[in-house]
């Protein structure tokens, strides 16, 4: 079927087809913006298989505007689309995601680094716990459903998608019959029990180690013999299919292929905490990845009021730095429209070599040149590190490129800092 319009969203261009539908590129005229359209054309003649396309498609319309995560496929629109002559057409309108699926990674001659499985496994971590959140359960996680994106460092930016078959906590079908992907299925989803969070953490788990070997931790010549292997087989470690895989990294992924839920993690924090500490233990160089920086971010003070979306977002337009003790961030005497944002060690400020405060893990400095919005300001103090200190660097036209809502937040955290330290000046005063 040829379309040059579905609904408001002129079609550029046929971007893939299945035995139901097809993905389009086409454009918001409103939001001036490319957009990734899902179209379901036609129907199975099998009704039952009729209706599970219908519950996929209203699940997934369903979500429309709820799932917003800098690691989901964000699905901005949903409709029907009427057409002479013939059944309505059902579209879902989504974000454009320029990569590949992670299958691309998967292939034993195109593996990456080991530490770059468990970074993007600590994203699709980020995103499931978020789906979590508001009763999601996708239930179809492989590689096929998570895309990679451009992104300007070495680490790989991936997208949850396909979501047409989450099971929703409020829905009145909890079970659908044909859901997932079997060579990534829990025992408890091949099984057909209830399910939660903890099969999409065996299914993640299936995704990392086929990363990490080229293989699928369970296989089988039929179908039957593949879901008995997830019942009953123990999968080898990684490192033995691929030597050089840390024992540390063995350990994270067959504990989340645990064959009980109570085996596995008993949260997606619990999971994503052991995988951001994998890569802090394994790092050789002083570069953090994307996994690493909002890990540390999230046990800050500074962050406690932001979302995991805004805090993702500071994340990125911020730089990391590693200061070793004595170095200065800040001086006294010259123009400077950075501010930073301590992630760990201690900084002081000294003015004239006299020491006027110590700044914890979790604090800010040089926050007055975002309040006076005057690059030019002089630094009327100086700033060093007392031990080795990693900062978040920052500067005013940092903030104006964010969004409102996490410009807003950064708002409030300055307003607190600056208010806790008027009182501790006020407190000064009175004792002396």
């Known amino acids: 079927m040829q379309f040059t319009h579905v609904g408001k969203y002129e079609v550029k261009k046929l971007l893939g087809k299945g035995a139901t539908g097809s993905v389009f590129l086409a454009v918001d005229p409103f939001a001036q913006r490319e957009v990734a359209i899902k179209v379901l054309e036609k129907l199975s003649n099998d009704p039952e298989e009729a209706r599970r396309q219908l519950r996929f498609f209203q699940n997934e319309a369903a979500l429309a505007g709820k799932l917003r995560h800098p690691h989901i496929v964000s699905i901005y629109d949903a409709g029907l689309e009427d057409v002479s002559g013939g059944d309505p057409v059902r579209y879902l309108v989504m974000e454009v995601v320029d990569g590949p699926a992670l299958t691309k990674y998967c292939e034993p001659d195109g593996l990456l680094d080991p530490m770059q499985a468990v970074e993007i496994g600590y994203k699709c971590c980020k995103a499931l716990e978020f789906a979590n959140t508001l009763g999601v359960v996708h239930r179809d996680i492989k590689p096929a459903n998570i895309l990679t994106k451009a992104s300007g460092s070495n680490d790989i930016d991936i997208k949850v998608s396909d979501f047409g078959a989450a099971q929703l906590a409020r829905s009145d079908v909890t079970q659908v019959s044909g859901v997932g992907s079997p060579a990534y299925m829990s025992p408890e989803q091949v099984r057909g029990e209830e399910i939660d969070f903890r099969s999409d953490m065996f299914s993640l788990?299936?995704?990392?180690?086929?990363?990490?070997?080229?293989?699928?931790?369970?296989?089988?010549?039929?179908?039957?013999?593949?879901?008995?292997?997830?019942?009953?087989?123990?999968?080898?470690?990684?490192?033995?299919?691929?030597?050089?895989?840390?024992?540390?990294?063995d350990q994270l992924v067959l504990h989340a292929l645990g064959k009980t839920r109570d085996e596995r993690y008993s949260s997606w924090d619990e999971f994503a905490e052991h995988l951001a500490k994998v890569l802090g233990q394994q790092r050789s160089s002083q570069d953090l990845s994307d996994a690493e920086k909002f890990s540390a971010s999230r046990r800050l003070a500074f962050f406690k009021r932001f979302t995991d979306v805004e805090l993702w977002e500071a994340v990125r337009a911020s730089r990391w730095e590693l200061h070793p003790a004595g170095a200065a961030l800040i001086k006294e005497g010259t123009p400077d429209a950075h501010f930073f944002i301590l992630a760990s060690g201690m900084l002081k400020v000294t003015q004239r070599g006299k020491l006027l405060n110590a700044v914890s893990a979790g604090e800010c400095v040089g926050e007055m040149a975002y309040a006076r919005r005057d690059t030019s300001q002089i630094r009327s103090a100086t700033v060093t590190a007392m031990e080795p200190s990693w900062a978040m660097r920052m500067k005013v036209d940092d903030i104006d490129a964010l969004s409102e809502s996490c410009r807003a937040r950064f708002n409030e955290a300055f307003l607190a800092i600056m208010a806790q330290r008027l009182t501790m000046l006020g407190g000064r005063l009175v004792s002396m």
């Open 205 to 249: 788990g299936g995704v990392i180690y086929h990363l990490l070997t080229g293989s699928r931790p369970f296989d089988g010549a039929t179908t039957y013999q593949l879901i008995d292997n997830i019942i009953t087989v123990e999968p080898k470690p990684p490192s033995a299919l691929r030597p050089g895989v840390p024992a540390v990294i």
